[in-house]
C-alpha cells in the first residue's frame, strides 16, 4: 500500500512538473458522457440551537432594572452539560460569553446563557424546552445572574463539566492587575468576599478587580452562580477536570508561565474544603510525588497565586487552556505562544523550573538540536529560542507522575512537501479538549484557537483564520497527525469552541465564536449548534479512513449526490464546471473538496488526467 | 481512457519543448513548469536575504566608533533591503504576520495577539533597526544593533522553512505579483517602510524588477495568441523600472506619473495575462460564499469596485437591494428610533455636511453638553475592520448598538426600539415585505442591523474628480492637485497613514485591518498655548487594548470628502484644512513641544512651503463624491394607534 501511494505521488508529481499546472481551460464544451457512482450521504445532521444577539434570555432585577429580557450576549466559548436523571429530557446546556460588555440588565462582563434540551423521539433532533425557574423566570434561554451572587464575571472563556454528576464551573479569563483593568465597569468599590470556603476568605475586603479570575460554580438549573472558588486560587483559568472520585481536580492556567495545579477535596462532592497543589516535576521527596502544597486557607497565597507557585519551584507551560481526563489519565492542551521572550527566564529567576515534554517539538524542527544534550535544549527553550507556533496536548499520568506529549501540533515541514502531499490536516494552536465515547469507544474531540495565521496555521494565500474541530480515535497507541478525523470547520474567521457530546454520545455541542461578519445569518453571530447522529456515523469514519489509495482502479467521486463533502479515491488536480461549461472551481492536491457553497444542481469534475465526472449537488 | 491521455501528454510535453527553446531567460529544462522555475528563483532569493543578514550581522558585532566603520554597516544594511525587496513579493504574500511581526513591520511597539492578558511586544526586524543604523550615533546603539539583528537571524531560520515548504502554484505569483503592485504604490514610494532613508524609489525599481522577473517564464505561453498583450507588458515593466532608476529622488518623485503610467496599466496587464492563461483566481480556489476584500478582477488601483464592501459586513450581496437600503434610509431618518422620539441617526450626520455636523462634538440627549468626541463622516465608512474614534468595536452592526444604549444619545434598548416599531403597522408590513423569511417576527436585531448596514454602504464613493482623473476618464485636473497629490503620496508623508485609495487608516495591500495613530491633538488651536487633549481614546476603547501605547490613539479616518466635514479631528479642535496642515507640519503634539511618550507621528517638522500647504489642502478638497448619497425620505412610516408619534420630524429635531 504504502508503495502504491508512494508510486501515485511520483505520477502526480510528473503532472505537476510537466504540464498539470496548465491550466483548466476557463470553459470546457460540456458533451461528456460520465460516470456516476451513488453512496448514501453522510449521517450527520446540523441544527443551529442558539444565536448570540439574536435569541432572547431572561434576566434576574439587575443594576435597578426589572427582572426582564435582553438580546443573548456573543462570544460564546465553553459549553457545559448537566445530565438530567429525572425526567426524559437530556440535559442543560451551559454556555459561556467571552467578552465584557457594559449591560445594564444582563450584567457587566463576560457571563453565561443556559437553556434546557430534550430529544426529539423519531428524528433524535435536539428540541429546546420551555422552563419555569424557581425565581419566576419563563423561557427558554436564561442568562446567568453573577452580580447578585458572586460579583460580576470576566470573560468567561473555559470550564469545567464533571463528569460525575454533570457540576459546572466557568474559568474568568483575561487576567486583571488593577482597577484600572476593570474601568469599563460600572463599579470599582472594593469587593466585601461573603463565601462558606473555609480559612481567610469570608469577610475579607479585597479591590474589585481581586474578585476577578476565578474558577466559578455556577446553577444551571436556576441560571445562577453559587461560588467563586477562592480556594483555588486567583488564576487566568481557562480549564480543569474532576476525576471519577468527585475528590481530584486538575486545573490549568492560561498564561507563560502557566501551571498546572491539583485540588483534593476532603469529602467527596465538597469543594469547599480541601488542599491545593502545584505541579513541580522535579519534586524530590520520595516516593515521587511530584505535587507541591500551597496553602490554600491563606487569601493573600490565593490572590498571589503565581507568585507561590513559582517560589515553590513549580513546572511552568506555555499557556494551558482546556483540561479534560480518561480511564484515569488528564489530558490538557498547550496551545503554544509566537514568541516566547523572556517569560521563561524570569520565570526561572523567580524559581520555576521547565520540564522535558519540550525536547521533542524542539528538536524535530531544529534539526542542529538532535544531537545536543537535553539540558542545552532546554537552556534554548529558556532564553526564548523556540517560538511555540503550534502548540500540543499533554499527558498526565498520575501513575509516573509525568507530564508527557500526546500529540504534537503541526506539521511543520522542513523540506518543501511535493504539491499532492502538503497536509490537509494541520493542528495549530488546540484549545477545546473533551472526550466523547461513542458506542463504547473513546475519542478525544479538539478544538483550534488559531494564535495567528504565520508559519502554514492557514493555507498560503489565504489570510483569514478557520478553526478546525478534529476527532481522535484514543485507542490508538502513539497519535500522530494524520489520525486525526476532521468533523467541522466553523464559519470563516471562528473559533470553533466549547465541543461536549451529550452522554449518549449521539450529539456533539459546539459553539463557533467571533465569526466573520461574511457568513449568511446565523453564521455571522456567534451560535451554539448540534451536530447528531455520531452514534451511526463513527463507523462511517473509520471506513473513510480506509479507503485505499490505488491509482490502478478507475476514480471513484463519492458520495453522488453529496450536499458537503465530496471524496476522491485518490489526490486530485481537477476543476468543477458548471452545466454552461463556464470554470468554477480549481482545486489542486485534493482528496476531499467542501461543496456546499454550489448552488444544487448538475455539475461536472474534470481531473487533469483527463476524467470526467458527473456530479449533483443536492 | 489512459491511451488518449498518453497522447496529450506527449502532446504538450513536445509544445513545452517548443515554447521553452525559444525563450532564452525562461526555464532551462523543459522538465521544469513555470511555478517550479520561479519557486527555484525564489529559494536562491531567500538565500541571499539569509547571507545579507549574516554579512550585517559580523559587521555589526565589531563595529567601531568611527565614521568608516559606521558606513560599512549602512551599506551592509542597504544590501540587506535590495535582497529583502527581492523576495518581498511572495514573502509578504504567504505569511504577511510572520514578516510584520519580525522582518519588516514598523517600527513601533504592539501588542501579542490572542494573548491571555495584556502583553506589550517591542518592534523588531529590518524598521526598527533602520531607525539605530541610520540614526544619530549608531555605535551607542551596538549592543541594541547586535540584538536586533541576532533576533533577525534567529528568525530568518523560521522563515527560511515555512516559506521553502510552499509548494508554489501558478496564481500565486499572479496574486503576489499584483498585490505587490499596491504595496510599491501605497507603502514603498510613498517612504513607509523606509523610516530613515531616502531609498524608497531604489527599492520599487528593485520590486517592479523582481516581479517582472518571476512573470517573464508565463510570456512565452500567452505570446502566440495574445502578442500585443505580452508586449505593452513587458514594454510597461521595463519603462517602470527605468522611470523608477531615473527619478531616485524622493521629493521630487512624480507619484501620478509612476502611478497612471506604470502601476495601473500593469495592475491590469497582470491580470489579463492570467486570465488569458486559464490560471484560476482566488474566487474558483475558495469557497465560492467566501468573502474577498479586494475585488482581484478589478483593474485599477482607484477602480471604483477595488474593495468589496460586503467584506467589511454582515450583509451579503445577494442580500443588498433597493428595498433594503431604503429601509434602512427610512429608519436612518427617523427619531422614533430614540427613547425621546426627538433624534435620529440623521441629527449627527447630516447628509449635506457630508454625514457630520459641523459641531465640534455633537449635541448630546436633551441638548444637554456634548457627547465626547467630534461626529465622523459616514461616507465610505464601511471600509473599516473597527469603529469609533478609539477602534473599540469590530463590527459595523455592533457599532450602531452603542449609539441605542448611550444615555447621551438615543437612550434605549434593542428590544424597546423593536417593541415601538412593532407598533407601526406600516413599518412591520415594510420589514416583512424586505424580510420574507422572517415573517413570524420581522423587526428583530439581525434585520434592523441589515437595513441600516446596506444604507451606510450605500454611502460609498469612488468617484471624484481626482479618481476620474486617475483612471483616465478626463484629462483635467488643475496642476495645484497634482502636486498635491504628489506631497500626500511623498514629502508631507499623509499617504504613510492615510493609505490609498480609501485615504484612511485602512491597511494595504489586503484592506484587513485599521489602524490608530498617536498625534499629540491639542485641547486648543494652534493659537492657544499647546495643552495635550485629555481624551485617552483607545486606551479607554476595548478593554484588551488597555495599554499606554494606546494613550491619545484614535482611529486614523479617511480624507476622502474632508472639504466638507469641518471641524477636524477627534475633538474637532481644527476649524479648517489650513490648521490642519499646519499642525502635521510643526510635527503634532511633540513637534509643538508637548510629552507624548506613544506619538506615531515623526515629531520633526515637514518644512513644507506655504505654496506646497495650499496644493495639499487643493488636493484634499477636491475628493469629493458624495453621488447618489443625499436624497432623504419625503415621509416616515405612521403609528396608527400613535397620532403624537406621526408628527415627528423628519431627521429628528437635533
Known amino acids: ?618 | 481512457m489512459k491511451q488518449s491521455y498518453l497522447i496529450l501528454f506527449s502532446i504538450l510535453i513536445f509544445l513545452a519543448c517548443i515554447l521553452f527553446s525559444s525563450f532564452s531567460s525562461g526555464p532551462e529544462t523543459i522538465a521544469d513548469s513555470p511555478g517550479n522555475y520561479v519557486k527555484s528563483q525564489y529559494h536562491a532569493g531567500i538565500s541571499d536575504f539569509g547571507r545579507a543578514i549574516h554579512n550585517l550581522e559580523i559587521i555589526a558585532l565589531s563595529l567601531d566608533d568611527n565614521t568608516a566603520a559606521v558606513t560599512d554597516l549602512q551599506k551592509s544594511f542597504d544590501q540587506l533591503r535590495v535582497s529583502y525587496k527581492k523576495i518581498e513579493f511572495f514573502a509578504e504574500y504567504f505569511d504577511p504576520e510572520f514578516i510584520k511581526d519580525y522582518i519588516n513591520g514598523p517600527p513601533l511597539k504592539s501588542l501579542e495577539r490572542k494573548s491571555p492578558s495584556l502583553s506589550i511586544l517591542e518592534p523588531e526586524g529590518m524598521q526598527v533597526l533602520e531607525e539605530l543604523i541610520y540614526g544619530e550615533d549608531p555605535y551607542r546603539e551596538k549592543a541594541a544593533i547586535n540584538k536586533l539583528v541576532q533576533a533577525l537571524n534567529d528568525n530568518f531560520h523560521y522563515f527560511k522553512t515555512y516559506q521553502q515548504s510552499i509548494e508554489m502554484a501558478d496564481r500565486y505569483i499572479f496574486e503576489a505579483s499584483r498585490f505587490q503592485l499596491i504595496r510599491v504604490f501605497s507603502l514603498g514610494v510613498t517612504g513607509f517602510d523606509t523610516p530613515m532613508t531616502d531609498n524608497a524609489i531604489k527599492e520599487a525599481s528593485i520590486s517592479m524588477q523582481s516581479v517582472f522577473e518571476a512573470l517573464k517564464p508565463y510570456l512565452p505561453l500567452a505570446k502566440k495568441k495574445h502578442s500585443p498583450m505580452v508586449e505593452k507588458l513587458e514594454k510597461t515593466f521595463r519603462g517602470a523600472v527605468t522611470y523608477l532608476n531615473e527619478n531616485e529622488d524622493f521629493e521630487t518623485f512624480d507619484r501620478m506619473e509612476f502611478l497612471k503610467g506604470y502601476i495601473n496599466p500593469l495592475y491590469r496587464l497582470i491580470l489579463d495575462l492570467q486570465l488569458s492563461l486559464g490560471i484560476e483566481t482566488y474566487y474558483e480556489t475558495a469557497p465560492l460564499t467566501f468573502k474577498h476584500s479586494v475585488n482581484y478582477l478589478a483593474g485599477n488601483l482607484f477602480d471604483e469596485s477595488l474593495l468589496n464592501p460586503y467584506y467589511y459586513l454582515k450583509i451579503r450581496k445577494i442580500d443588498d437591494n433597493k428595498a433594503l437600503v431604503d429601509l434602512g434610509r427610512t429608519l436612518f431618518f427617523d427619531p422614533v428610533l430614540s427613547g425621546s422620539n426627538e433624534r435620529s441617526c440623521a441629527s449627527c450626520h447630516q447628509p449635506d455636511k457630508g454625514f457630520t455636523d459641523g459641531n465640534k462634538k455633537s449635541i448630546a440627549m436633551d441638548f444637554k453638553g456634548t457627547v465626547d468626541r467630534n461626529a465622523p463622516t459616514l461616507i465610505n465608512a464601511v471600509y473599516a475592520d473597527k469603529y469609533f474614534y478609539d477602534l473599540r468595536v469590530g463590527e459595523m452592526e455592533n457599532q450602531i448598538e452603542h449609539v441605542i444604549f448611550d444615555k447621551r444619545e438615543f437612550h434605549t434598548s434593542y428590544l424597546q426600539m423593536f417593541e415601538k416599531l412593532e407598533q407601526s403597522e406600516e413599518y412591520v408590513t415594510w420589514f416583512k415585505s424586505v424580510f420574507p423569511d422572517w415573517e413570524h417576527e420581522p423587526i428583530n436585531k439581525n434585520t434592523f442591523s441589515a437595513a441600516i448596514t446596506a444604507y451606510l454602504k450605500s454611502l460609498s464613493g469612488f468617484n471624484s474628480p481626482f479618481d476620474q482623473y486617475v483612471r483616465g476618464e478626463t484629462d483635467e485636473l488643475p496642476e495645484a492637485v497634482i502636486n498635491g497629490f504628489n506631497l500626500f503620496m511623498g514629502k508631507a508623508g499623509c499617504g504613510t497613514c492615510h493609505f490609498a485609495p480609501t485615504f484612511s487608516g485602512l491597511v494595504p495591500p489586503l484592506y484587513h485591518e485599521s489602524e490608530s495613530e498617536v498625534l499629540g491633538v491639542t485641547l486648543h488651536n494652534l493659537d492657544s498655548m499647546p495643552v495635550i487633549d485629555p481624551d485617552v481614546g483607545r486606551y479607554k476603547g476595548n478593554l484588551k487594548e488597555h495599554a499606554n501605547i494606546y494613550k491619545h490613539s484614535f482611529k486614523t479616518t479617511t480624507v476622502r470628502n474632508v472639504s466638507l466635514t469641518a471641524p477636524y479631528m477627534h475633538n474637532g479642535v481644527f476649524e479648517t484644512l489650513e490648521e490642519v496642515v499646519e499642525f502635521y507640519d510643526r510635527g503634532g503634539g511633540q513637534g509643538l513641544g508637548l510629552d507624548v511618550e506613544f506619538q506615531t507621528l515623526p515629531p520633526d517638522p515637514l518644512e513644507l512651503t506655504d505654496l506646497e500647504k495650499q496644493h495639499l489642502v487643493k488636493f484634499m478638497e477636491v475628493l469629493v463624491d458624495t453621488t447618489a448619497m443625499t436624497t432623504q425620505p419625503v415621509r416616515l412610516p405612521v403609528f396608527e394607534n400613535q397620532p403624537e408619534l406621526n408628527q415627528r420630524i423628519i431627521g429628528g429635531i437635533y
Open chain 1, 1 to 618: 500500500m504504502k508503495k502504491a501511494y508512494a508510486m501515485l505521488i511520483f505520477v502526480l508529481t510528473f503532472y505537476v512538473n510537466s504540464y498539470g499546472q496548465y491550466f483548466f481551460d476557463v470553459s470546457v464544451d460540456t458533451a461528456w458522457t460520465p460516470t456516476t457512482v451513488v453512496l448514501p450521504p453522510s449521517p450527520l445532521k446540523f441544527q443551529v440551537l442558539f444565536v448570540g444577539g439574536s435569541d432572547k434570555v431572561q434576566t434576574t432585577a439587575t443594576y435597578g432594572n426589572e427582572p426582564g429580557e435582553a438580546l443573548a450576549k456573543q462570544w460564546h466559548d465553553f459549553i457545559g452539560f448537566t445530565p438530567d436523571d429525572e425526567s426524559d429530557d437530556l440535559g442543560w446546556v451551559s454556555v459561556n460569553h467571552e467578552r465584557i460588555n457594559s449591560n445594564d440588565s444582563i450584567g457587566d462582563g463576560g457571563g453565561m446563557t443556559v437553556f434546557k434540551v430534550a430529544r426529539d423521539p423519531v428524528t433524535d433532533e435536539i428540541i429546546i424546552k420551555e422552563q419555569t425557574l424557581s425565581d419566576g423566570r419563563q423561557g427558554k434561554f436564561f442568562n446567568v445572574d453573577f452580580v447578585n451572587t458572586v460579583g460580576e464575571t470576566g470573560m468567561n472563556c473555559g470550564g469545567i463539566t464533571s463528569l460525575v454528576d454533570g457540576r459546572i464551573w466557568t474559568a474568568e479569563e483575561w487576567f486583571r492587575n488593577s482597577n484600572d483593568d476593570i474601568s469599563s465597569l460600572r463599579n470599582q468599590d472594593p469587593f466585601t468576599i461573603i463565601t462558606d470556603i473555609p480559612g481567610d476568605f469570608n469577610g475579607s475586603v479585597i479591590e474589585r478587580y481581586q474578585n476577578f479570575n476565578y474558577m466559578v460554580e455556577i446553577d444551571p438549573r436556576e441560571a445562577k452562580a453559587i461560588r467563586k472558588q477562592y480556594n483555588w486560587g486567583r488564576q487566568p483559568f481557562e480549564g480543569g477536570t474532576i476525576m471519577s472520585d468527585n475528590q481530584t481536580v486538575y486545573l490549568g492556567a492560561d498564561a507563560t508561565p502557566g501551571f498546572f495545579t491539583k485540588f483534593i477535596a476532603e469529602t467527596p462532592g465538597d469543594f469547599t474544603k480541601g488542599k491545593l497543589y502545584v505541579y513541580k516535576h522535579d519534586a524530590l521527596t520520595a516516593p515521587i510525588d511530584p505535587w507541591v502544597e500551597i496553602d490554600n486557607k491563606s487569601l493573600d497565597n490565593m490572590l498571589h497565586f503565581a507568585e507561590r507557585a513559582l517560589a515553590a519551584g513549580g513546572t511552568m507551560f506555555n499557556r494551558l487552556e482546556w483540561l479534560t481526563n480518561y480511564d484515569g489519565k488528564i489530558y490538557m492542551s498547550e496551545t503554544g505562544r509566537d514568541g516566547l521572550g523572556t517569560r521563561f527566564e524570569r520565570g526561572i529567576a523567580a524559581g520555576g523550573v521547565l520540564d522535558y515534554h519540550w525536547l521533542e517539538p524542539v528538536r524535530s524542527r531544529f534539526p542542529q538540536m538532535v544531537d545536543k544534550p537535553d539540558d542545552q535544549v532546554i537552556e534554548f527553550v529558556k532564553r526564548g529560542g523556540f517560538n511555540d507556533y503550534y502548540g500540543r496536548i499533554l499527558e498526565f499520568d498520575p501513575a509516573t507522575g509525568l507530564v508527557t506529549t500526546f500529540l504534537n501540533g503541526g506539521p511543520f515541514f522542513s523540506e518543501s512537501p511535493e504539491f499532492a502531499q502538503y497536509p490537509e490536516k494541520h493542528l495549530s494552536n488546540p484549545d477545546g479538549l473533551n472526550v466523547m465515547v461513542i458506542d463504547g469507544k473513546p475519542f478525544m474531540v479538539i478544538c483550534e484557537d488559531l494564535n495567528g495565521t504565520s508559519n502554514g496555521r492557514v493555507p498560503a494565500g489565504l489570510r483569514n483564520r478557520s478553526c478546525e474541530l478534529y476527532l481522535l480515535d484514543m485507542s490508538i497507541e502513539d497519535p500522530a497527525i494524520e489520525d486525526l478525523t476532521r468533523i467541522s470547520v466553523t464559519p470563516v474567521g471562528a473559533e470553533v469552541t466549547g465541543a461536549q457530546a451529550t452522554p449518549d454520545g449521539k450529539t456533539l455541542f459546539v459553539n463557533s465564536q467571533h465569526p466573520s461578519t461574511a457568513n449568511p445569518f446565523p453564521y455571522n453571530n456567534s451560535l451554539t449548534y448540534a451536530i447528531t447522529g455520531w452514534d451511526i456515523a463513527v463507523s462511517a469514519i473509520e471506513d473513510i479512513e480506509e479507503v485505499v489509495l490505488d491509482e490502478k482502479t478507475a476514480l471513484k467521486v463519492w458520495p453522488n449526490p453529496v450536499a458537503k463533502e465530496l471524496k476522491f479515491s485518490r489526490v486530485l488536480d481537477a476543476a468543477i464546471y458548471n452545466q454552461s461549461g463556464q470554470r468554477i472551481k480549481v482545486f489542486r492536491g485534493q482528496q476531499s473538496i467542501d461543496v456546499s457553497d454550489l448552488t444544487p444542481g448538475f455539475y461536472f469534475l474534470n481531473t487533469s488526467a483527463g476524467e470526467v465526472q458527473r456530479l449533483i449537488i443536492k
